[in-house]
């Protein structure tokens, strides 16, 4: 028979479970508790699926330009400073690439590495104004499954990060993020300037190609400790950020097979080029309107 659980013994549970935390970061903020996290996260769900279109759906598209540059480049500052901490903190100073413990010290490098594992997680409560800023200016189709549950995730992985094991063996994959990010912030602060910098963005395309090589990369420097024997004092982080790397591998090839080899986020010149072909595959025998266009054109 299951003897079933008392409030009293969830909470000695929960104790004993925190007890195990990293007492250096119990009071960074937000870092004692998970719940306000919680909270933020799932007001950021409700707002960006059900509360903003609600709002929004008989209001004027805000336009944003000002606060969409100096918001994209300034994430573009915060990634690339989060780079040289990593690096100065560990990844530069003798970090293995091949097992990295946690060094829970209070030594300069160790409370450095842990500090930027906060910077880290905060900045992903940050960035989910991207998904505020789209309901916002009405760009409901870019609300995705995909963006939206990306934006959710992060912060509760990151959070038990920050918690249990800020740096070692699982920041690797942050640092690498922290350089897509300069890339894709980039692009998204010369989007928001306006279309006299359109001809500058001839490398759309290749984003999505980036964050796949990224999960790749991060899945395989994880993979590898589970085979080396890596005495990684909290592995079960490391099991859910393989975990991350491997569905998201999963979620944005999907995402790059429908945009790109099907089509629909190429530029618009090439989807309608993309269209005529098909049209006229399938009206192979002359008699499509695109056809007779063209041969009018002859």
């Keep these: ?26 009071d960074w903020f937000l870092m ?20 903003g279109p609600r709002l929004m759906e008989n209001h004027k598209a805000f336009e944003l330009k000002n606060a969409m540059v100096i918001y994209n480049f300034s994430a573009v500052g915060l990634s690339a400073y989060m780079i040289y901490e990593f690096l100065m903190s560990g990844w530069a100073k003798g970090y293995s690439f091949r097992c990295e413990i946690v060094d829970y010290s209070n030594s300069p490098m160790a409370l450095r590495m842990a500090a930027t594992c906060w910077l880290y997680w905060f900045s992903k409560m940050i960035e989910m ?12 189709k870019q609300v995705s499954f995909l963006h939206v549950f990306h934006h ?5 992985t990151w959070w038990f990060g920050v918690k249990f094991s800020p740096g070692g063996h699982g920041s690797f994959h942050a640092l690498l993020n922290c350089g897509v990010h300069v890339i894709m912030y980039t692009y998204y602060g010369m989007t928001a300037l306006g279309p006299a ?9 290749y984003l999505t190609t980036i964050q796949l090589v990224q ?12 085979f080396n024997g890596c005495p990684y004092q909290y592995p079960i982080i ?14 944005f090839l999907n995402f790059w097979f429908h945009a790109y080899v099907r089509g629909k986020r190429l530029p618009m010149h090439l989807q309608n080029g993309k269209a005529l072909q098909n049209d006229n595959c399938i009206h192979s025998n002359g008699r ?3 056809q007779r266009i063209l041969n009018k054109d002859d």
């Excluded at 004692?32 to 509360?51: A, G, M, N």
């Excluded at 104004?129 to 409901?140: A, C, I, P």
């Excluded at 490391?238 to 979620?251: E, H, M, N, P, S």
């Design 152 to 156: 959710s995730v992060m912060p509760f």
């Design 1 to 26: 028979m299951v003897k079933k659980m008392s409030k009293n013994d969830s909470t000695t549970l929960y104790d004993g479970w925190y007890k195990n935390a990293d007492p250096r970061t119990q």
């Design 215 to 226: 999960f790749v990369i991060a899945g395989i420097h994880i993979g590898q400790i589970f």
């Design 238 to 251: 490391l099991y859910l950020i393989g975990l991350y790397a491997v569905l998201f591998t999963v979620l």
């Design 32 to 51: 004692s508790s998970v719940w306000p996290q919680t909270c933020i996260v799932l007001s950021y769900i409700y707002f960006v699926t059900k509360l």
């Design 288 to 290: 499509s309107h695109s």
């Design 129 to 140: 104004l991207d998904t505020v800023f789209f309901v916002l200016r009405k760009k409901t």
């Design 197 to 205: 910098y359109q001809k500058y963005l001839w490398w759309k395309k």
